[in-house]
């Protein structure tokens, strides 16, 4: 389901008097591990094993262990595992945690501009050795919990958007545009949200358009700058990765499988999913 809470890979509740979340998850199976989704709240994914495909602001990026992924507030996002066993932690938490009730310059210059979501980073950051130690140690903290480790969290995030700010600014936009790009959001999150609830039901383009109160044209536009896919390469990719888990998961046969995702026909269904997945359904049945 496309919203902006983080309901797919995180579990845990943000404690508002200690808004940061830090959790390891693990797959066993290749396929979806992210739902489309997006929020508010500032997050880091860090790869420790496996490969996988993170999709941010329609960008696929490839990601191998050592790698971050940089998550801005209100990125939309989703992601597919490409290895047999995929190992990865998930650090969120709110912004305002790092914000300062002190107005003075490094409230007005860098706090306040990263609470507001006016400085972006770059998404995907490589084998970064100073950012990584301080991942680590950050992780540390959280799971040990010793006496003070809020601080240290707090201390260690500092640090740590220290290094992106000098290594991975990416933009600063403006009030209006952080606007405009959250309207888009809101606007689209409820075709989002229905696709992914009737993802197996025949959904037309006009359908969908009309459900969003515009043109098929510009609904098109607008759905391919937000997803970076047509309407209808979108449903695929989602049924796709549905029938990647009902392959190595369930007992149906190839036929049952893609029915069951909303394809009315097998044999197309194989090819478009050896297509996009390079290996054919057949290779990931149970």
């Not at 149906?252 to 909303?262: K, Q, W």
Request: charged share 20%; net charge negative; proline share 3%.
């Amino acid at each position: 389901m496309v919203s902006n809470k983080n309901n797919w890979h995180c579990a845990h509740s943000i404690n508002k008097d200690f808004p940061v979340d830090i959790h390891r998850s693990e797959h066993q199976h290749i396929g979806p591990i992210i739902e489309c989704h997006w929020h508010e709240n500032f997050e880091i994914l860090y790869f420790e094993k496996g490969e996988a495909l993170i999709y941010c602001n329609s960008h696929p990026i490839r990601v191998s262990p050592g790698e971050l992924i940089v998550i801005n507030s209100n990125d939309l996002h989703y992601g597919e595992s490409l290895s047999e066993q995929l190992v990865y932690y998930v650090i969120e938490f709110d912004l305002s945690f790092i914000d300062s009730n002190h107005i003075d310059l490094c409230q007005t210059k860098y706090l306040t501009p990263l609470v507001q979501n006016r400085i972006l980073f770059c998404n995907q950051i490589h084998r970064h050795d100073e950012l990584l130690s301080e991942v680590h140690q950050l992780i540390k903290e959280y799971y040990q919990q010793e006496l003070g480790y809020e601080l240290a969290v707090k201390a260690y995030i500092y640090r740590i958007f220290v290094l992106l700010l000098r290594g991975y600014s990416k933009q600063t936009i403006s009030e209006a545009e952080k606007n405009r790009q959250r309207k888009t959001l809101i606007r689209l999150s409820p075709v989002l949200e229905y696709i992914d609830s009737h993802y197996t039901e025949q959904l037309t383009l006009k359908q969908l358009s009309t459900m969003a109160t515009m043109s098929e044209h510009y609904f098109c536009r607008l759905f391919k700058s937000l997803t970076g896919k047509s309407p209808t390469e979108y449903i695929n990719h989602l049924r796709l990765n549905k029938a990647v888990t009902l392959l190595q998961e369930s007992e149906l046969n190839i036929t049952e499988v893609a029915l069951g995702v909303g394809f009315n026909d097998s044999n197309y269904f194989s090819r478009i999913f050896k297509k996009y997945k390079q290996v054919p359904p057949s290779k990931l049945l149970k």
